[in-house]
């Protein structure tokens, strides 16, 4: 079905299209009964016609929305000189993305290994600190993601019904982890208070590389906002702390931007909310601007690799390439860093005037266009309100929002829902996603 005949057997094209896919697709990730047919900017359209507004960039892939003209002329623009370069040729549109990325970054960052997916870059990433430290353990944080292939599940840990099914059976294939306590204000797992704490959660990382190793250490992982693991900032003086302990410990500090970056947290790399110029950032999500690909950008005296050691096929794909950089070339041209960080506080200040009348909301917490709610029964006790997280999903639905939702604390699915709208979002769309959402809210609490 497409957006010109919405009301061509709607129905019926749905439940065909649910009963193929359950014959023939293998699903990951989770499974959600619904299938979406058609996109345009902000709004999509799923098989039974109905549209929504889409406030999570279709899984924070789409950083300038369904079916960008700008992206789809790169693409066609691509197509129509060539539309494959294997990786071991140079070619223009994927050495023009890495210049760009490189301009952009902060500090030495200047040489980029591609991948395909977040976590082939986490892995790329690994694999260039592990050459240049001689170290084979990582330091990474206890609610950490990193990605879901043999190699990063050992640095992820999330969902413990998720971790229990990945984990399943690969005891000879993970990594072993350094895992520190994690950085969360709103639930300190140290028990700690911000004014005192004296970033006890950054000081852990010390520990670790002094005493935690078996293998020696090769470097520190970090997610400036832990996404998957609650919507979580890293505390002001985190990232800094967590360099200067590393560099003192002659390990690279990489910094997995795979959701955080262009634009998601305001600038171009989330990292550039503070100082910090780490030794790695890695991208993935919207780095194709739609299209599979990652990347790990980082400084020459981390980009030795072994002959062979890493590569995919299809890693730096041309096309994937342009349609990155047409996408960076829209974001600089209108200045959507600054439309991030503006839209972001005008989310915020939103969701906190709904909180003014809400029962349940017990967090909100946000840079730029990456906005977490976090659901609690009591405000004092921070009793988790999975339940009701579960109906706001399903209410926000109903009146054609689409949100997202994750922990940090998980029953079934969490308590936290999550914003991360295409970074070019207007004002208005602003407006209607956090009216819909107050509705949806109030009708949830309204049965309490
Ligand atoms: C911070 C972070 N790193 C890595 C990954 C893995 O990315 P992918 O699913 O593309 O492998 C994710 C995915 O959600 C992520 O959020």
Not at 58 to 73: H, T, Y
């Amino acid at each position: 079905m497409t957006q010109d005949s919405p009301d061509r057997g709607a129905d019926r094209d749905a439940r065909q299209l649910r009963q193929q896919s359950d014959e023939h697709v293998i699903k990951c990730m989770g499974d959600v009964d619904m299938g979406l047919v058609a996109g345009d900017g902000l709004k999509v359209t799923d098989a039974d016609g109905k549209q929504y507004i889409d406030a999570i960039s279709a899984e924070w892939v789409l950083n300038l929305g369904f079916r960008n003209p700008e992206i789809k002329q790169a693409i066609n623009d691509q197509l129509d000189t060539i539309d494959y370069v294997s990786p071991v040729f140079e070619s223009e549109a994927r050495t023009e993305l890495a210049r760009k990325l490189a301009e952009l970054a902060p500090g030495e960052l200047s040489k980029v290994l591609y991948g395909l997916s977040g976590a082939g870059a986490v892995e790329g990433a690994m694999h260039l600190a592990m050459r240049a430290t001689g170290g084979s353990d990582f330091v990474c944080l206890d609610a950490a993601f990193h990605g879901r292939t043999f190699a990063t599940i050992g640095l992820t840990y999330v969902n413990p019904g998720m971790v229990e099914g990945a984990n399943q059976g690969l005891d000879r294939y993970l990594p072993r982890q350094m895992r520190i306590p994690n950085y969360n204000c709103y639930r300190c797992p140290l028990g700690l208070e911000r004014e005192t704490c004296d970033l006890a959660c950054a000081e852990a990382i010390e520990w670790e590389l002094e005493r935690g190793h078996l293998n020696g250490p090769a470097g520190v992982i970090v997610e400036p906002f832990q996404a998957n693991g609650g919507m979580v900032p890293a505390p002001d003086g985190y990232l800094e702390r967590a360099h200067e302990i590393s560099r003192a410990h002659q390990v690279p500090l990489i910094v997995d931007e795979v959701q955080g970056a262009l634009c998601r947290c305001g600038p171009m790399y989330a990292v550039q909310r503070t100082a910090v110029e780490p030794e790695m950032i890695i991208l993935g999500k919207a780095l194709g601007g739609g299209l599979p690909l990652s990347a790990t950008i980082t400084t020459p005296e981390y980009s030795a690799l072994l002959p062979w050691e890493y590569g995919f096929t299809q890693a730096g794909n041309p096309t994937a390439c342009a349609a990155g950089l047409a996408m960076i070339e829209v974001m600089l041209r209108d200045d959507l860093p600054a439309n991030s960080e503006k839209m972001g506080n005008l989310l915020t200040d939103g969701l906190a005037e709904i909180e003014k009348d809400s029962k349940l909301i017990g967090d909100i917490r946000g840079q730029g266009l990456m906005v977490g709610v976090e659901l609690v029964l009591d405000r004092e006790t921070k009793e988790p309100a999975f339940a009701e997280t579960d109906a706001l999903m399903a209410a926000c639905l109903e009146h054609g929002l689409m949100i997202g939702k994750t922990g940090p604390v998980f029953g079934s699915n969490g308590n936290v829902v999550k914003f991360k709208p295409a970074v070019n979002v207007s004002e208005d769309e602003i407006v209607e996603m956090t009216e819909i959402f107050g509705r949806a809210l109030a009708e949830v609490e309204a049965t309490l």
